[in-house]
Structures are given as C-alpha cells and as structure tokens.
C-alpha cells in the first residue's frame, strides 16, 4: 500500500492527463479482491516483490464489477501501462475484445490459454501435477484411508485440480476413499468460508482426516475447521501452511506469484505466446517450511519427490481432466 | 404536501441531502489519509471530463432510467417494487434468447424484438407478485424481493446448465451474433461531426430510456389510467368508491413497473456486455429505489437522479483506478448519498417544513 501512496499526488495528474505514456506495469485483481489469501493475493505478493526489489511501482485495481472487466483495461491500456496483468478466466472475454484495440501493449492474462492474440502473454498452470503431489502426501498421511476434497465453484479448471489429487492419493493406496464436494456454481463460491466450513464438518462425518481446499477465500473456512476439528488440511495456491502451524499438511503452491514477478520484471520487452508452468518449470509444486515439517516424514518426502522427478521425465503422466472432460479416479 | 413551496420540494430537499453526504464522504477520505478535493477532482474529471467519461457515466444512467422508472411507476400506486433486480435480471434472459436463437437480419430490428421480450419476461416476473398482492394480500415488498432470489437461482440454473457454451468455465452465454450490435454512442455521432469516445459502452438504448421517461410521463398525468393509478395511490377507498379496480390497478401497475425494469436488459446485456453473464445487473435494481426516492416518482426527476448516479458509479471507478482508496470505500461513498437521498429523506425534510411553516406564520 505505503508504495501507491506516494503515487497518489501523480495519480491524480494522470488521470487529469490520461494518454500520457507511463511504462509502469499493472495489475488487475478478479471480483475475489487483493487480499484473499489465495490466488490474487499471490499476484499481489509477486508484484510486491517486484517493487520492493527494483524500486518500481504498479498500478492496480480491485474489480467492483462485470463492466469494469473491459474499462481497467482499457484505461490502464491508455495510460501507457505495459504490461497489463490480468488475473483469471473471466477475463479471456474482455481481452480477446480489448486486445487487438492496444497493439502496443502487452497484456498478460494468467489462468487463460486459448485466446488468439499476438500481444497477450497467456500462463496456463499444470494444476494437476501439483495436486497429484498433494493428493499423494494426503493419502499417505491419512489414518482413515479416506480423504477429502472441497472445490470453488464448479467449473472445469476447479475439476482439474481434484481429478490431480484424486490420482495422486489412489497412486499411494488404491483404496483411498475421496470425499469431493464444490462450493457452488457461482462465483460466490471462491468467498464463502462458511459454507467450506460446512463441507469440511460433513467430509469429517464421512471419515475424511484430510482435506484439500482449492476454493480461494472459501479455503480459509476449510481450514480453520480442520484445525478446530483435529484433522489436517491442505492449502491452495498460495502457501497457507503458517494459517494454522502443524495444523495444514502442506499446501499446492500454483506459482502466480512467479509468473507476475516474471512478467512486472520483463516490463514491455514480455514474450508473449502461451506459457505452460508446470512442475518442471516450478509453476506448481508443494509447500514444505517449517510450519508443517514435523507432518512430513522423510519416507512421504522421498516418495513425493520421486513422483516428481518420474512427472518431469515424464516416466509419469497425470491424466488431465481437460483430454476428455471426465477425470478416471473420481466422479465430481 | 402544501406545507413547503414546489422548488424547495424538488431541488432544496436533494441538493441539501446531496450536501450532507458529500461532507460524511469528505471525512471519510479525509478519515483514511487521503485528500478530499483531489478525489473529488478525479471523481469529476473521470465521469464528465471527456466523452470517455460521459459514456460510461450515461450507460450506467441508461440503466438506472429504467429501473427508477419502474419503481417510480409503482410508488404512484403506492406499491413498494423492489424486485426491479429480478425483473431485470429475467428481461436479460429473454433478451439472451431472442439474440442468440433467431438471425436478425439488422439491429433495429432485433432492438424491437429484444424490448419486446426483455418486457414481456420482466412483467411476467412482476405478475406473479402483483397477483399475490391483488388476490391474496402478501405484501409486494416481502415477495418481490424474494423474487429476486428466485429469479437469481433461476438465472444461475439456466447459465450453468443449459446455456453455457461447452468447455466455457465462465457461467455466462455465448457472444451475440454481430448482426444484433447496438450502435454505441461513438458510431451514432460520428457521421455528424461528433468524436464521441469509442471505448465507452453508451449506446443506443440511451435514447430509448429518454423516450421511456417520455412514454412514462405522458402515462401517469396524461391519461385515465395513470389518473386511476395516482388516485389508487392517495386513497384506496376513495379510488373504490369512484369505481377504480383495486386488483386491476395493482396488477397493471406492476405488470408496467416489470417490464421497465426488465428493459433495462436492452443496455447491459445487449448494448454493453453482448452476451448474458451472472450478474448482469449489478445491483441497479436496487439503485432503482434511490433513483426514483430522489426523482420525487416523476420521469424528469428520476432522470436527472440516473445521471447523478451513473456519475458516481463512473466517478468511483475512476477512484478505484488511479488512487488507493479502497473499494470498500467507495462502496461506503456511494452508500452514503444513497442513504442521504433516498432513506433519510425525512431527516431533511422535516426540520425544512418547520422553517418554511414558521416563516410563513411569521408573514402572515
């Protein structure tokens, strides 16, 4: 915050002057906000650490509404910001329409892959294989053999992440029972800790010890039940292991963190194309610190590690949940 | 209603309100360590300094036209409407279908077929409430906003379900066909001399808002039935007892009020969006109530309230842009004049009336 501050002043001639050509990057959160915890909240501690370490400033906004999708781009598009980073699918609609407008500028847009433009950068995460890896550190630390899953909202992108775990756990034990449930089908669903509460407390009625929330801010309340109720809980997106100190197993790191920073760091000089981060390029991942050490023996580490070095290699596939719209070791 | 002069009833009342919330917003900021006037500034330059700025501000007033309108219609047969969110969010769905399922040849065509659909759903909406009203006592106000509900759930079921496109994560419709695209503000004006922006989302149901005031005017004081609906209003008993239907008056006042705020989906769902998403409305049936509060329930007062706030939506967008204002805060900011002009009406009024009555004892 204390860095926009001193914009404040050259904020406002901006505004008054908009047009005028101001190469600082900038970044759009989605309706969830900067401070979810999860998902923007990464962006925003890439693009933090891009200030704080280069001195620069970023512009950014938190969406308010549908319409606004189009106007910050544009507007951050006609103040020379460049490049523009946009966070989450909703946007792929208003940029395949905005884009062509600006071809001077580049727009990054992460969580899209399938647009048509020469100057978006578009960063796809292979979700799959970090969940794989979490799914197989909850199988094995699961007393019940029964583990759980709570998406957002359903939609294919959150199916992804569960079909990855569910493999990863029936990869450690084939008879793992894997508890699924989403949070809704609305967007209202990556903000309801409440209702993940929920779920969390039903999934512990079914026998699940552990639980995998890939919700954004609906995480939080998965979370903290898990911790009230004695069980474990895996983390999304960010590292949210330090939420509750060896109560969260460990967390699937999706790297946006990196892919903003790396994006803030190449300013206007951004290769564009359609970037995949997966394991091998550090996109995903899980989070290993000292909040969750004593929950990870050596023997998960060194089986977990192997996994990932096999996906690397590719001596190991995770189905995606994409090839066929269906997903072969659980049904949503 | 002869306690105070007209103008001070029409103007005196907002402006004064308008004042008070200006300066509870103004501490606001000042509360967070920002600079009032410099917000203030940017607010004006983002919403009314360029045409940017204008058509943004007047697509959002296009939508607050006809939902104040709709509630306006109402408040005249004393029927609280606040489902106009509901009732716009189902004249999206029809407008969604008349667009994506029939080739129209040209888009004034399809402007007439997408009114005729978005007010037919948006009254069938309000029907059913009317009805329950009419026959059966349950009050407007309990049902429609429990239509809202409806009408969401209803709307979620038929985004996800049935009308998403295959693979689409995003619980929205496909693009419209480019043969049903309104003219925005910018392709209206160019071919006379007139560079409007091209990036703004006015368009061309602007127009069809003003004539809508226009239509809703020459309805209410012009004709027998806006007579009947005014009379219902003032006096129920009175209006039996001059032959008026109160069953017929409640449903046809709603059926109206309905189909206004349905026509509000010729804007963001047709004009600006060109394709259905969630939460097409975006709350504008809520500003509805404000907007037709502070318009007094007359069609050139609720315009004017639209204008002033698709400025405050525009202006606060640009806050949200260029400052680090949070936007909570600007939701707060906008709340604040809300709360001002519409709920604490009375607040003002009252102590005016006093002034004025004293005044006049003093004349007299």
């Known amino acids: 915050m204390t860095l926009m501050k001193t914009l404040m002043g050259a904020a406002t001639a901006v505004a008054l002057t908009a047009g005028a050509a101001l190469a600082e990057p900038a970044l759009i959160f989605d309706l ?67 884009a062509a407008d600006y071809p001077d500028t580049k727009f990054v847009a ?53 079909c990855g775990y569910a493999q990863g756990a029936k990869a450690v034990n084939p008879d793992v029972k894997i508890v699924a449930n989403m ?68 967390s699937m790191l999706k790297r946006v963190d990196v892919a903003v920073y790396d994006a803030m760091k190449a300013g206007e000089n951004l290769e564009t194309g359609v970037f995949n981060m997966g394991l091998a390029e550090e996109g995903v991942g899980y989070a290993l610190d000292d909040n969750n050490a004593p929950l990870i023996s050596d023997e998960m580490r060194a089986a977990v590690d192997k996994a990932r070095q096999d996906i690397i290699d590719g001596n190991l596939k995770v189905v995606s949940y994409y090839e066929n719209d269906s997903c072969p070791a659980v049904n949503f | 209603m002869d306690k105070m002069p007209k103008w001070a009833d029409v103007v005196l009342i907002p402006l004064i309100s308008l004042i008070l919330a200006a300066i509870l917003s103004a501490l606001v900021i000042l509360g967070i360590g920002e600079d009032p006037v410099a917000a203030v500034n940017m607010m004006v330059s983002g919403a009314l300094g360029s045409t940017y700025g204008w058509g943004y501000t007047l697509y959002y007033a296009t939508n607050f036209m006809f939902t104040g309108l709709a509630v306006a219609v ?4 004393r029927l609280f409407n606040i489902g106009g969110e509901g009732q716009a969010m189902l004249g999206g769905l029809g407008v969604a279908l008349v667009c994506l399922y029939v080739p129209w040849p040209h888009w004034t065509i399809a402007l007439l077929a997408a009114c005729a659909a978005s007010m037919l759903f948006g009254a069938i909406w309000a029907a059913i409430p009317a009805y329950l009203q009419a026959r059966r006592g349950s009050h407007i106000v309990i049902t429609t906003i429990m239509f809202n509900f409806i009408a969401a759930a209803f709307l979620n079921y038929m985004l996800v379900n049935v009308m998403r496109p295959v693979g689409s994560m995003d619980p929205a ?15 209206l004006l160019a071919p006379i001399g007139i560079n409007f922006s091209k990036a703004a989302p ?13 239509v809703v005017w020459a309805l209410i004081w012009r004709t027998r039935l806006g007579y009947e609906i005014r009379a219902y209003g003032h006096s129920e008993t009175g209006a039996l007892y001059a032959g008026i239907s109160p069953y017929k008056i409640t449903m046809i006042a709603m059926l109206i009020s309905g189909a206004l705020a349905g026509l509000m989906a010729i804007n963001n769902v047709m004009g600006e969006a060109e394709r259905l998403v969630l939460n097409s409305t975006e709350g504008a049936g ?75 004892k003093g004349n007299a």
Not at chain 1, 194 to 223: M, P
Not at chain 2, 173 to 185: C, D, I, K, Q
Request: hydrophobic letters at 50%.
């Open chain 2, 173 to 187: 419709t496909a693009r419209f066909n480019e043969s049903v695209h309104l003219p925005t503000l910018h392709e």
């Open chain 1, 183 to 250: 949070t809704g089908t609305t967007p209202a669903a990556w903000n309801d800790p409440v209702k993940g509460s929920e779920l969390t407390k039903a999934q512990i009625s079914q026998g699940a010890d552990v639980v995998y929330a890939a919700a954004g801010g609906t995480g939080v309340g998965v979370l903290q039940t898990a911790a009230d109720e004695g069980i474990l809980s895996i983390g999304v997106d960010s590292n949210q292991n330090h939420l509750h100190p060896g109560k969260v197993l460990t």
């Open chain 1, 110 to 162: 992460v969580d899209v892959t399938w647009l048509d433009a020469p100057n978006i950068r578009q960063i796809g995460f292979a979700e799959h294989e970090g969940s794989y890896l979490v799914g197989m550190l909850a199988a094995m630390a699961s007393k019940s053999g029964t583990v759980g899953f709570v998406g957002g909202m359903d939609i294919p992108l959150i199916r992804h992440f569960g």
């Open chain 2, 202 to 214: 006015a368009n061309v149901s602007l127009l069809v808002a003003v004539l809508a005031c226009v």
């Open chain 2, 286 to 360: 809520f500003i509805g109530i404000a907007v037709a509060l502070m318009g007094r329930s007359h069609p050139f007062g609720v315009f004017l309230a639209a204008i002033l706030f698709g400025f405050l939506y525009q202006g606060g967008a640009e806050l949200a842009l260029w400052t680090n204002i949070p936007r909570e805060l600007i939701v707060v900011i906008q709340a604040l004049v809300i709360l001002f002009t519409g709920a604490l009406d009375n607040m003002v009024r009252m102590p005016l009336e006093k002034i004025f009555l004293a005044l006049r």
């Open chain 1, 32 to 98: 969830g906000g900067k401070f979810d915890k999860s998902f923007n909240e990464a962006a925003f501690n890439g693009a933090k650490r891009w200030a704080d370490e280069t001195g620069g400033s970023f512009r950014e906004i938190e969406l308010q509404s549908e319409a606004q999708r189009e106007q910050a781009l544009r507007r951050f598009a006609e103040a020379g910001a460049n490049p523009v980073i946009t966070m989450g699918f909703a946007m792929a609609d208003p940029l395949s329409a905005v």
């Open chain 2, 74 to 77: 109402a408040f005249h047969a």
